[in-house]
């Protein structure tokens, strides 16, 4: 079964240190697709990245970078030097084919970043 | 603006009513989700849609209704049969069907049975 684990509940960084956010996935299928959402305050989720199985180069974005590793099953997501702005909730998340383009969700990584 | 709207932003519902959420998206998507989020557990798919006037169970469909009558639409009702309804709910689309596309989400209705 498809399965998500973030074991992080939450982390407390200072602001301007690098943080990396964990996700290890289980899954059946041999083409799947990983996701990272962010979940700021007002509750709506905004869409990072995406990352097909076939592709484990990993992804640098301003200050985000991913670090997509098969043999590992994870995707995990590191912000550097931290700004407030980034303190949100974290998910990661991955596709099911069984069910069209359902997502299975992890639990969510709660980011506080302090000034 | 292109987007995802879900109204209200707050609902309150007596025990034994029902409700229904309002999705709606011009982002011309043909597939549109409804997932619910509880604290701690992530989110967790009720029912979704591919194509208009078809629509699937999710993980958690029970005590939950969905018509999908046009592209745009994407109702859900929740009702007295849903035991434990207060969580946030969560309306999302893509453009269709396939592992690739990323889903895009509306900011959410809050759910509280009083």
């Known amino acids: 079964a498809q399965k998500v684990t973030q074991a992080q509940t939450e982390i407390s960084v200072v602001e301007k240190e690098d943080v990396t956010l964990d996700c290890v996935y289980e899954?059946?299928?041999?083409?799947?697709?990983l996701f990272w959402y962010k979940q700021p305050p007002s509750g709506e989720l905004v869409f990072l990245i995406r990352?097909?199985?076939?592709?484990?180069q990993n992804e640098i974005s301003g200050r985000y970078s991913w670090n997509f590793q098969k043999s590992t099953s994870s995707f995990n997501f590191t912000i550097t030097a931290s700004q407030v702005v980034d303190s949100a909730v974290y998910f990661c998340?991955?596709?099911?084919?069984?069910?069209?383009?359902?997502?299975?969700f992890g639990a969510g990584t709660i980011l506080r970043v302090k000034s | 603006d292109g987007g995802i709207t879900q109204s209200p932003k707050y609902l309150f519902r007596k025990e034994g009513q029902n409700v229904t959420l309002s999705c709606e998206q011009n982002?011309?998507?043909?597939?549109m989700y409804w997932y619910r989020q509880d604290p701690g557990q992530g989110l967790r798919l009720i029912y979704y849609?591919?194509?208009?006037?078809?629509?699937q169970k999710g993980d958690i469909a029970e005590g939950y209704s969905v018509s999908r009558e046009k592209k745009e639409s994407f109702p859900l009702t929740v009702t007295s049969a849903q035991k434990n309804p207060t969580a946030f709910y969560l309306c999302?689309?893509?453009?269709?069907?396939?592992?690739?596309?990323?889903?895009?989400f509306g900011p959410g209705t809050r759910l509280t049975v009083l």
């Open positions: 990352r097909n199985s076939f592709d484990e």
């Open positions: 849609s591919q194509i208009v006037n078809d629509f």
């Open positions: 999302a689309s893509s453009r269709a069907s396939g592992l690739y596309n990323e889903q895009f």
């Open positions: 899954t059946r299928d041999t083409t799947y697709y």
């Open positions: 998340a991955l596709t099911d084919m069984e069910y069209g383009n359902k997502l299975v």
């Open positions: 982002l011309n998507h043909d597939a």
